[in-house]
């Protein structure tokens, strides 16, 4: 469960988040605009490979968007669901290619500090009556997706976030977010790939 906090200026959390008031955090939001490479083909943002991952033909043009009209966004609605046996497994792969292929998101964790975890919320303020709330429940993904993130945190201040292309290094890593470890993540997508 994402971890919840009682001091929402408390340093020793970031949030990932649109909202966040980190530069990290934002960087590390589900729809934060990067491109980077992976195995299925370019990923404008990790929320695109979350969909692909999650809805029966999902078009291969929308994996590498940035922008998406009100027109794609309902298309997408409409898409049957697909469940995948290692949905997680593949979205932790997603997630090391995104950090891998950003030096800058990389100097960034390595300049957060070890007791920093990550966590996830909304802001919400109400002007009309000065008030700010916090909602942690907008995100059904986001437990995994912030013990994902913190064990990439730990990895590189261990300097053992080191993959090259090594399937033995990138299948031990994904392991832990396999249902089903014997599996490729990619099972039952159209991206079929045996060796991760």
């Known amino acids: 469960m994402v971890k919840r906090i009682t001091d929402h200026n408390d340093p020793e959390h970031i949030n990932i988040s649109r909202y966040s008031n980190s530069t990290l955090g934002k960087k590390l939001s589900l729809g934060h605009k ?9 990923i404008g943002a990790i929320r695109n490979a979350m969909n692909a991952f999650s809805k029966l033909n999902y078009p291969d043009e929308f994996l590498s968007k940035t922008n998406f009209s009100s027109k794609d966004i309902e298309r997408i609605n409409k898409l049957p669901d697909l469940k995948i046996p290692n ?10 290619e995104r950090v891998a292929q950003d030096t800058d998101l990389i100097k960034l964790f390595k300049n957060t500090p070890a007791n920093v975890f990550f966590t996830s919320y909304k802001v919400i303020s109400n002007k009309r009556f000065n008030t700010v709330t916090y909602k942690y429940d907008f995100y059904d993904d986001m437990d ?6 913190n064990d990439i945190h730990t990895m590189i201040l261990n300097d053992t976030f080191v993959f090259e292309n090594d399937i033995v290094k990138i299948n031990k890593f994904l392991t832990k977010y396999k249902n089903i470890p014997e599996v490729s993540i990619l099972a039952k997508t159209k991206w079929i790939n045996d060796q991760i």
């Open 144 to 149: 995994m997706y912030c013990e994902i993130i």
């Open 34 to 42: 990067f491109t980077f490479n992976t195995i299925i083909g370019k």
């Open 87 to 96: 949905y997680w497994g593949a979205i932790a792969y997603i997630i090391m």
